[in-house]
């Protein structure tokens, strides 16, 4: 048989229970003959769980689970049942044959453990809870207060990068500390933005749940995850192609670990944090701005349920990815760094900046992430939380703004400037709109210089004087836009919602006519008279409406016999008439096959040809349709 290594211990203690046997747990030497393992039955599987759980195979009412949790058993139900010969056979009762962990005995045992746990007479989980925003700013805060030590400077900047990374792409660590600089990729588009590709993370087996996601830069510059890692690599450097965290997993999750212990992390609610926490942390906050549950998987890369369909969507969906980002940068929401209007930087200047980033993302990365290192030399510190937080070094600070002046700068004048976003929806296309605009004075003569022109977005705001005035008027219209774009999407939802409730009443109300409508009529009865009586068959000269002209086919008029029951002699007695009349009972009897009633059959002609024709004039467009081979009234 197939030994498992992952699985091993399990089933080496299970059956140590059993058979009253200590088999070797460490290492999987030991096969457990398939006669033995198709002699396991679902109460043994039960009993030894009861062990596991109680610490009595046959635990009385009054016992608790107080020694384990019913994931711990799910994931022992999972082990023992991948070494059963008949894993994938359901366990039946009766002959005592197939899987006994996919016994009723077994799921009823399990679910009973968790009944205890949601009362809270079981096990307590151990599971990390979802931190808060103001408890990530705090542990933002706390990191640079604990590794403020020009010594731990490293440590301090690896962990601010991979904190606001990790919140920002809802990761999880390992997938963060397995990101390389190959997947930091530049985005054609919207050229002051990133995009990324998570393609080591745990969930990813496939190109198609490997979607390529955008970065972009916060406006509060302390959860801004370009500045972050801008920062962090121009300190300590990188490598083309290789690892853009130089720190291990566990080495990063104890430094996080003692950073969430100490006394600088205060926290907003009961339960245990971790490293994981700042993922359920912000899959959560996300949430809670209404965004949709799909678009949140999507940005965290969850899995869902695969349908065939999902097989010809494209996995790259921009406008959902760009909205969860949006929202993940705060309050202060995202942002751009853009050349402040009637200044240029030179390209030369910015690659010389960020050399590092050169070498590891190339060029076109590099420029877009050393903007934000140029604004932060000038900006050295930010207020959080009624304090100055350094954004920046003071060395590599004094370096650029050196760099600056050597260029040509203006000595002690910022060059960038953050420009707030909005991402709106054009159609299929995902636009990031500024909420405050500028305008450049082009005058010509700086080719490969940065600042003459802005960054090409989905939508630009063009011919406006950057004036305070304007930009508040430009912010104000767009958060109005956007609240209009959720209004409409409500009212989209709820006419939704009405239509199919009106669907269903026209359903059930058709539903309802047919029935009548094949119930047979009740006629009085008229007693027989000994004198024999002629039953007229002629039909009468001039129909009022189309319904007394289907109440002579159907029933007849003024005593006549029905139309419908002439003979070939009483219809030849009415040739012209009768054949002029019977295109139009055709159309009443086909629709009538179609479950139409006689008066709704009737209303929908005259719906088509114009209800303010005579009969005679319909019956003469009918006959015209019917030449030409077109039923109008279908």
């Not at 009865?525 to 002629?538: A, F, G, H, Q």
């Not at 030849?572 to 629709?591: E, I, M, P, Q």
């Not at 088509?608 to 009234?633: C, P």
Request: proline share 5%; net charge positive.
């Amino acid at each position: 048989m197939v030994r498992r290594n992952d699985y091993y211990t399990e089933i080496a203690q299970f059956m140590s229970f059993l058979d009253g046997i200590e088999y070797p747990r460490n290492d999987n030497s030991h096969v457990f003959p398939q006669e033995r393992l198709l002699e396991i039955t679902d109460l043994d599987v039960v009993s030894y769980f009861n062990f596991k759980a109680y610490h009595n195979a046959n635990p009385s009412p009054s016992d608790q689970p107080i020694y384990c949790r019913s994931s711990t058993l799910e994931y022992k139900k999972k082990a023992i049942s991948s070494f059963l010969p008949r894993q994938n056979m359901p366990w039946d009762d009766i002959t005592q044959t197939g899987n006994p962990t996919r016994s009723r005995a077994v799921h009823h045992m399990i679910q009973k453990v968790k009944v205890h746990e949601v009362r809270g007479t079981g096990v307590q989980s151990n599971a990390r809870r979802a931190v808060e925003w103001e408890e990530f700013v705090n542990v933002l805060i706390a990191v640079r207060e604990i590794y403020s030590e020009s010594s731990k400077a490293h440590s301090m900047l690896m962990a601010l990068s991979v904190l606001t990374l990790q919140w920002q792409l809802i990761g999880r660590i390992d997938d963060i500390m397995q990101l390389r600089t190959s997947t930091v990729l530049f985005n054609v588009r919207d050229s002051f933005t990133l995009h990324i590709k998570m393609s080591w993370s745990k969930n990813i087996r496939t190109e198609m749940q490997s979607p390529t996601q955008i970065l972009i830069a916060a406006m509060d510059p302390i959860i801004c995850p370009l500045l972050n890692l801008v920062v962090y690599m121009e300190t300590f450097g990188g490598h083309a192609g290789g690892l853009m965290f130089d720190y291990s997993k566990k080495t990063t999750t104890n430094l996080i670990d003692e950073i969430l212990a100490s006394s600088n992390f205060r926290a907003q609610r009961a339960g245990r944090v971790g490293t994981h926490s700042f993922r359920k942390g912000s899959a959560t906050y996300a949430s809670r701005f209404g965004l949709p549950k799909d678009w949140v998987n999507l940005r965290g890369r969850w899995r869902g349920k695969k349908k065939q369909v999902d097989t010809y969507i494209d996995v790259d969906q921009p406008y959902p990815d760009a909205r969860v980002a949006a929202v993940l940068c705060g309050p202060r929401g995202p942002c751009k760094y853009a050349v402040k209007a009637g200044m240029v930087v030179p390209a030369a200047f910015l690659d010389s900046i960020v050399p590092h980033c050169c070498a590891a993302f190339g060029t076109q990365v590099a420029r877009v992430l050393a903007l934000p290192l140029l604004w932060a030399a000038y900006e050295c510190e930010a207020p959080v939380s009624g304090a100055q937080r350094t954004l920046i070094p003071t060395r590599l600070a004094e370096e650029i703004q050196r760099e600056w002046i050597h260029a040509g700068g203006i000595p002690d004048v910022n060059p960038v400037e953050k420009i707030g976003l909005a991402v709106v929806q054009n159609g299929e296309q995902m636009c990031l709109v500024t909420l405050r605009t500028h305008r450049h004075d082009n005058d010509g003569g700086n080719e490969g210089a940065i600042g003459m022109e802005e960054p090409r977005m989905g939508i630009e705001e063009q011919g406006t004087t950057g004036t305070p005035e304007y930009d508040g008027r430009v912010s104000v219209l767009t958060s109005q836009l956007l609240l209009l774009q959720n209004r409409v999407e409500d009212l989209k939802n709820e006419l939704s919602s009405i239509l199919a409730d009106h669907k269903r009443y026209m359903v059930n109300m058709n539903t309802n006519m047919r029935r009548i409508a094949t119930q047979p009529v009740v006629r009085a009865l008229v007693p027989p008279s000994s004198e024999k009586r002629t039953i007229m068959s002629k039909l009468t000269k001039s129909p009022s409406d189309l319904f007394v002209l289907w109440r002579e086919y159907e029933q007849g008029l003024d005593g006549g016999k029905a139309a419908k029951d002439y003979t070939a002699v009483e219809r030849g007695r009415n040739k012209h008439t009768y054949s002029r009349r019977r295109v139009f009972w055709d159309a009443v009897v086909k629709l009538m096959a179609r479950g139409y009633t006689a008066d709704s059959a009737i209303d929908r002609i005259s719906e088509a040809y114009g209800r303010r024709l005579s009969v005679t004039q319909v019956i003469n467009q009918m006959k015209k349709d019917r030449m030409l081979g077109v039923e109008r009234w279908l």
